[in-house]
């Protein structure tokens, strides 16, 4: 089984941002001055093979995180350990190197094979672990949990549709991302070292992962699929949100004979404002089969945001529109169906979403605007001269002729667009749209180019056909 320490950041309190433990052993004078051509700045923890210290990328000007392997030289002696540790070093981590790009993925920037010690050169997440919400103490907020755990789904999804099952899902592979308050604000799933590589024609281990967020048919040693990391993912809800882990036993076999034989504690008993959906959910995906779990990554992760945008758990803050609901409302428009889940989660994040109560204006006849606004829900009418000319709903767009004109002038409005349902819009200016990535703005403009051409169709044929229109 993989061991528990893995990490890339640690802080004052102990915890660590990619579940390396914090070392003790080595003094700074001790350190490398560079690994490669980055500076080495600190040590932040070790594991069982490897070190992981902090550095700085001369080229980039950023700090990353470096992971190099310790037990290089040892293995080396015998050419079998060699190639085994080589074998490992590449089957696992290292050919993902530039392959995984989610934003709820920490980042492997390079991998070097070093003779002396390989390495990983890895996005720095300055933080702490999962696990320093785990403690009954510091537990988070319900709906927040339940936030990051659709994050942390939608990204271990994303790495099932790139042959990729993680098998080590625990509060320590999962780093929370803090504001300068020290607020949770977002979370990367890290450490790949135990992932199974499904189109891979390796020899991989198979039995790895951590006892206590390991599912049965993992413990057996067997083909596991993403079932197995939907297991994982809702043993670490369960601790996150009752503060102690689905099963606790005091030796290895008595956990297993648990984890085979015993249900979980209803998550009700063990928190007050659990109810029977979120307590629900999370049992199923800890069902003792996987064929009893969810058949797949987007129907857990659509009952985790169903808990949310159902209100079926309390919400810190009634009014706000979670990063989940945003996530699902846009996809279910026509305007994002070709955008993937990366430039949909860099919308979510840039897009100023606004609800607008009925009756409201969003544009007035004869203002200057150059904003767009995507209506993701309800309805607005266009009132041309007192005189209702079309309505329009979820999926369509307003304001877009304002937006592309090229003077003042013509980016005043002609029409009154006014709330006639109760509308959830995302809106964008050029320079919110000029701070997009590239293949972001690319996939904006051909929804625009869309978008346009209906109206022009729509324009010809009422011309055309009035009577057809009408």
């Known amino acids: 089984m993989a061991t528990e320490p893995t990490a890339t ?23 490398p001055p560079y690994i490669g051509k980055y500076k080495v700045t600190r040590r932040l923890g070790e594991g069982a093979t490897s070190d992981v210290f902090l550095a700085h990328d001369p080229v980039s000007g950023q ?20 190639a085994n540790m080589r074998d490992h070093f590449f089957a696992a981590e290292a050919s993902l190197a530039g392959r995984l790009l989610h934003p709820n993925v920490v980042h492997i920037l390079d991998a070097v094979f070093d003779e002396e010690a390989p390495y990983l050169v890895m996005e720095f997440v300055p933080g702490v672990t999962m696990r320093h919400f785990c403690r009954a103490d510091r537990l988070l907020p319900l709906d927040q949990i339940v936030e990051l755990g659709f994050k942390v789904g939608m990204a271990l999804d994303y790495c099932f549709r790139r042959g990729i099952v993680h098998r080590d899902v625990k509060p320590a592979n999962l780093l929370a991302v803090l504001d300068e308050y020290g607020r ?3 979370i990367k799933l890290s450490d790949f070292g135990s992932a199974l590589h499904l189109d891979s024609e390796r020899t991989q281990v198979h039995r790895v992962g951590s006892l206590a967020y390991m599912p049965p048919e993992q413990l057996d040693g067997g083909d596991i699929d993403a079932r197995a990391d ?12 009752s503060g102690r882990a689905p099963f606790e036993a005091p030796s290895q076999i008595a ?11 209803p998550l009700t008993e063990l928190r007050e404002g659990v109810g029977m959906e979120l307590d629900g959910v999370i049992q199923q995906a800890l069902s003792k089969r996987p064929e009893d779990r969810f058949a797949d990554w987007p129907e857990f992760t659509k009952a985790l945001s169903d808990l949310v945008a159902k209100q079926l758990i309390p919400l810190a803050r009634f009014t706000e529109v979670k990063d989940s609901e945003r996530f699902n409302l846009l996809r279910a428009l026509d305007f994002f169906r070709d955008f993937g889940d990366v430039e949909l989660w860099e919308v979510v994040r840039r897009a100023r979403w606004r609800r607008y109560p009925l009756g409201h204006l969003i544009f007035k006849r004869g203002h200057e605007g150059n904003s767009v606004h995507i209506i993701a829900v ?46 959830t819009t995302v809106s964008f200016t050029p320079a919110l ?26 324009a010809h044929e009422q011309l055309t056909h009035p009577r057809r229109i009408l």
């Open 255 to 265: 956990l297993m004979n648990q984890i085979y034989h015993q249900a979980p504690k």
């Open 184 to 186: 949770v604000v977002d």
């Open 378 to 423: 309800g309805k607005v009418e266009v009132v041309r001269e007192g005189k209702v000319v079309a309505t329009l709903g979820s999926g369509t767009s307003v304001g877009e002729m304002a937006y592309l004109a090229p003077n003042p002038e013509m980016r005043k409005h002609s029409t009154d667009i006014r709330v006639i349902d109760v509308c």
């Open 433 to 458: 749209l000029g701070s997009l990535s590239g293949e972001t703005q690319h996939r904006f403009d051909r929804a625009f180019i869309r978008v346009l051409v209906r109206r022009l169709h729509a």
């Open 9 to 31: 950041s640690t802080r004052s309190d102990g915890a660590s941002s990619s579940g390396f433990e914090p070392s003790t052993s080595l003094p700074e004078a001790e350190l």
């Open 230 to 241: 939907q297991y994982a993912l809702a043993a670490v809800l369960y601790h996150l949100i």
């Open 63 to 82: 700090d990353v995180a470096i992971k190099r392997v310790r037990t290089w030289r040892d293995t080396s002696r015998s050419a079998n350990g060699a």
